[in-house]
């Protein structure tokens, strides 16, 4: 396993991070899976065996199903990994519960460490950006937090730029601790990543913690030309996170045509293909990949331990290629002043 840095920080952190959504299967979470705490202790004891340390959740997931039964599967063992859990979503009908205010922070934290059977969460999320908090309160209770020692790391998700940007300069001015992750959907279907967060994430050196990296497995290598959508996806169930757009068909299967030349190329899988890509771009810390049962989870771990090559990498680019949103297709004809933009 091959280990990385979390962003400007000391802590190391696995290139690969098992994600726990598919834990608990209730309320509302049923299409994602259903493991139960025997079955994620056979899963976190193949991903430790793999070195895989770091493990990703959040309080939303199954309304805290998700964290309690990750915190029961690793108990006896809490000290060998890392966890990442988040908050700011709606935890039940409470006109204070959501957001990222100081009152619902620390709640949630002291939920969240509840039901994790812990005292400390390794990485704290906040879930989106709350536009109705002041980012000065969202921060300070954050750097509380860390300060009591309840919280090691703080980091953002599905954050904009400017949010990320002020929340920095916010944490900067006061002294306070800094956002150091961001968590982001990425993927060879949808960079859009890259046109901004990206070369945030190499200015200010925030990691990036990759969320569907096979988007929502239509880069896993059932998803073909003239075929039929697989009756066993979340696309199929309805539970996509990730939208679909009509019009990008040709280009999926574009980007699917070149996967599959790649993996008869490297004896490896599509999805491992996919997975690899973005284990080499810039800013990349950690992918988290989920599993609905141990072969999937095997089959994904896989995706180290070897590397594309550059005329691969570069195949895949071109493949993948969109047209990007202004101002970035402007700023792209400019390279020489925006050498950011260009990897």
Same mark, same amino acid.
Request: charged share 20%; with cysteine.
């Given at each position: 396993?091959?280990?990385? #840095?979390?962003? #400007?920080?000391?802590?190391?952190?696995?290139?690969?991070?098992?994600?726990?959504?598919?834990?608990?299967?209730?309320?509302?979470?049923?299409?994602?899976?259903?493991? =139960?705490?025997?079955?994620?202790?056979?899963?976190?004891?193949?991903?430790?065996?793999?070195?895989?340390?770091?493990?990703?959740?959040?309080?939303?997931?199954? =309304?805290?199903?998700?964290?309690?039964?990750?915190?029961?599967?690793?108990?006896?063992?809490?000290?060998?990994?890392?966890? @990442?859990?988040?908050?700011?979503? /709606?935890?039940?009908?409470?006109?204070?519960?959501?957001?990222?205010?100081?009152?619902?922070?620390?709640?949630?934290?002291?939920? @969240?460490?509840?039901?994790? #059977?812990?005292?400390?969460?390794?990485?704290?999320?906040?879930?989106?950006?709350?536009?109705?908090?002041?980012?000065?309160?969202?921060?300070?209770?954050?750097?509380?937090?860390?300060?009591?020692?309840?919280?090691?790391?703080?980091?953002?998700?599905?954050?904009?730029?400017?949010?990320?940007?002020?929340?920095? @300069?916010? @944490?900067? !001015?006061?002294?306070?601790?800094?956002?150091?992750?961001?968590?982001?959907?990425?993927?060879?279907?949808? !960079?859009?990543?890259?046109?901004?967060?990206? &070369?945030?994430?190499?200015?200010?050196?925030?990691?990036?913690?990759?969320?569907? &990296?096979?988007?929502?497995?239509?880069?896993?290598?059932?998803?073909?030309?003239?075929? &039929?959508? /697989?009756?066993?996806?979340?696309?199929?169930?309805?539970?996509?996170?990730?939208?679909? *757009?009509?019009?990008?068909?040709?280009?999926?299967?574009?980007? *699917?045509?070149?996967?599959?030349?790649?993996?008869?190329?490297?004896?490896?899988?599509?999805? =491992?293909?996919?997975?690899?890509?973005?284990?080499?771009? /810039?800013?990349?810390?950690?992918?988290?990949?989920?599993?609905?049962?141990?072969? =999937?989870?095997?089959?994904?771990?896989?995706?180290?331990?070897?590397?594309?090559?550059?005329?691969? *990498?570069?195949?895949?680019?071109?493949?993948?290629?969109?047209?990007?949103?202004?101002?970035?297709?402007?700023?792209?004809?400019?390279?020489?002043?925006?050498?950011?933009?260009?990897?």
């Amino acid at each position: 396993m091959e280990y990385r #840095n979390l962003g #400007n920080s000391g802590l190391k952190v696995s290139a690969l991070c098992f994600g726990t959504a598919t834990f608990g299967g209730t309320n509302g979470f049923e299409g994602w899976g259903s493991t =139960q705490v025997k079955e994620a202790n056979g899963l976190i004891n193949l991903c430790l065996d793999a070195g895989v340390n770091l493990f990703d959740t959040a309080d939303i997931y199954s =309304q805290g199903d998700s964290e309690l039964v990750l915190g029961k599967a690793v108990e006896g063992i809490r000290n060998q990994l890392l966890i @990442s859990t988040k908050a700011t979503f /709606p935890m039940g009908k409470d006109v204070n519960g959501y957001g990222s205010s100081r009152y619902h922070l620390i709640e949630a934290c002291e939920a @969240s460490l509840k039901r994790l #059977n812990t005292d400390h969460i390794d990485i704290y999320h906040m879930h989106g950006f709350d536009g109705n908090t002041p980012v000065e309160e969202t921060l300070r209770a954050l750097d509380d937090l860390v300060t009591s020692g309840k919280v090691r790391y703080i980091a953002c998700s599905n954050f904009s730029g400017w949010h990320l940007m002020k929340s920095l @300069s916010v @944490s900067e !001015r006061y002294g306070w601790s800094k956002y150091v992750a961001h968590q982001v959907y990425y993927s060879l279907l949808n !960079r859009d990543y890259e046109w901004e967060l990206m &070369p945030l994430g190499i200015d200010q050196h925030i990691g990036a913690l990759v969320w569907s &990296p096979l988007a929502s497995g239509r880069l896993s290598g059932k998803f073909r030309r003239n075929t &039929p959508i /697989p009756k066993d996806s979340r696309i199929a169930a309805g539970t996509s996170t990730v939208p679909a *757009v009509a019009a990008e068909e040709e280009r999926l299967y574009r980007i *699917v045509d070149e996967l599959e030349i790649i993996a008869g190329e490297t004896g490896k899988s599509v999805a =491992q293909v996919a997975l690899n890509w973005l284990l080499q771009r /810039p800013t990349i810390t950690s992918i988290i990949v989920g599993a609905r049962n141990e072969e =999937q989870l095997k089959q994904n771990l896989q995706a180290v331990g070897w590397n594309l090559t550059q005329d691969q *990498v570069k195949r895949l680019d071109d493949a993948s290629v969109s047209v990007k949103a202004y101002p970035y297709w402007h700023q792209d004809e400019r390279p020489e002043l925006n050498s950011q933009l260009h990897f």
